[in-house]
T-cell receptor, first 117, second 111 residues
Framework: DSGVTQTPKHLITATGQRVTLRCSPR?????VYWYQQSLDQGLQFLIQ???????AKGNILERFSAQQFPDLHSELNLSSLELGDSALYFC????????????????FGPGTRLTVL | GENVEQHPSTLSVQEGDSAVIKCTYS??????FPWYKQELGKRPQLIID?????GEKKDQRIAVTLNKTAKHFSLHITETQPEDSAVYFC??????????FGDGTTLTVKP
């Protein structure tokens, strides 16, 4: 158990709908990362938050958005869902140093499996 | 942006043999290189990592080497066991926090 929790574990919804995925980082971690893993594919970095602020952006679609709250949990919002959005969505957290380096070890949550029908 | 290439995409070895997976990266600003093991349907788990000020790191049967000049790093697993069978991902990260992953290597260790 990495200490990172994600809810829900599974989510089945229809095209055009909107869903929210939730992540709670490890105690003391300030950075949260979101990744998408489609079937038989690698991990695509979506976005990173550090202490409530967006820190880095990857290949995140405009239909997707995220935020990190004062208690450091994070939510990933996916809207106007398409069949191709079906994937495993992982959240990871890391300490997030206050210095120049953000290259901390990332610990992954168990993931949320999203199925869009 | 950063591009990470990982080879081979599949690797099959006999139990007890060694396995080597290689990654190259393009962004010279990358300075953190973790390796993750992912079993089917489970989360990626960090197995070893290396930072740009170190050339080699070893942890029991697992070692990672880094060549900053050539921009490549490799994972070495010795005395492989069936439980080593999984998908392995390399990644390259910069100070800005952005992480780029390789496409993964499916390792099969035959008993």
């Amino acid at each position: 158990d990495s200490g990172v929790t994600q809810t829900p574990k599974h989510l089945i919804t229809a095209t055009g709908q909107r869903v929210t995925l939730r992540c709670s980082p490890r105690s003391g971690d300030l950075s949260v990362y979101w990744y998408q893993q489609s079937l038989d594919q690698g991990l695509q970095f979506l976005i990173q938050y550090y202490n409530g602020e967006e820190r880095a952006k990857g290949n995140i679609l405009e239909r997707f958005s995220a935020q990190q709250f004062p208690d450091l949990h994070s939510e990933l919002n996916l809207s106007s869902l398409e069949l191709g959005d079906s994937a495993l969505y992982f959240c990871a957290s890391s300490k997030g140093t206050s210095g120049a380096s953000f290259t901390d070890t990332q610990y992954f949550g168990p993931g949320t499996r999203l199925t869009v029908l | 942006g950063e591009n990470v290439e990982q080879h081979p995409s599949t690797l099959s070895v006999q139990e007890g043999d060694s396995a080597v997976i290689k990654c190259t990266y393009s962004d010279s600003a990358s300075n953190y290189f973790p390796w993750y093991k992912q079993e089917l349907g489970k989360r990626p788990q960090l197995i070893i990592d290396i930072r740009s000020n170190v050339g080699e790191k070893k942890d029991q049967r697992i070692a990672v080497t880094l060549n900053k000049t050539a921009k490549h790093f490799s994972l070495h697993i010795t005395e492989t066991q069936p439980e080593d069978s999984a998908v392995y991902f390399c990644a390259a990260s910069t100070n800005a926090g952005k992480s780029t992953f390789g496409d993964g290597t499916t390792l099969t260790v035959k008993p």
